[in-house]
């Protein structure tokens, strides 16, 4: 399961799955599972800003093992594929730059849920 994310020429991050656009209209847990490579691409982007370069010709691909078994996706890979013309020196840096991202650190150590209502009652003791 891949889900692609490309930016427009405004720089827009665009993610999208079999070909079609990702949105919340059509499902909210896909944008959960693209958040990833969204937020690797706003660390990507913000990189290639800062040092004059384009963003024409990168992309990210999120690969993604999903186990149909338990409904889980088991394995989460982010390829950012960039122009041939991309300096090697900062192969490295890019790696660093994805590594920053805090969606990628929430899934690795993820918070507790809880659920509440308005109806609940706090008992005091």
Same mark, same amino acid.
């Given at each position: 399961?891949?889900?692609?994310? =490309?930016?427009?020429?405004?720089?827009?991050?665009?993610?999208?799955?079999?070909? /079609?656009?990702?949105? +919340?209209? !059509?499902?909210?847990?896909?944008?959960?599972?693209?958040?990833?490579?969204?937020?690797?691409?706003v660390?990507?982007?913000?990189?290639?800003?800062?040092?004059?370069? =384009?963003?024409e010709?990168?992309s990210?691909?999120?690969?993604?093992?999903?186990? /149909?078994?338990?409904? +889980?996706? !088991?394995?989460?890979?982010?390829?950012v594929?960039?122009?041939?013309?991309?300096?090697t020196?900062?192969?490295?840096a890019?790696?660093?730059?994805?590594?920053?991202?805090?969606?990628?650190?929430?899934?690795?150590?993820?918070?507790?849920?809880?659920?509440?209502?308005?109806?609940?009652? !706090?008992?005091?003791?």
């Amino acid at each position: 399961m891949n889900i692609d994310i =490309s930016f427009d020429a405004s720089g827009k991050i665009i993610p999208s799955f079999q070909g /079609r656009e990702i949105t +919340m209209d !059509e499902s909210p847990y896909m944008i959960y599972l693209a958040t990833t490579g969204m937020c690797s691409a706003v660390y990507v982007r913000a990189f290639l800003t800062q040092r004059g370069m =384009s963003l024409e010709d990168v992309s990210l691909t999120q690969l993604m093992t999903y186990n /149909r078994m338990t409904n +889980m996706v !088991e394995n989460i890979e982010v390829k950012v594929s960039l122009p041939e013309t991309f300096p090697t020196k900062y192969n490295k840096a890019i790696k660093a730059v994805v590594d920053q991202c805090p969606v990628k650190k929430h899934m690795i150590e993820p918070p507790t849920v809880t659920v509440t209502t308005n109806l609940d009652v !706090e008992v005091n003791a």
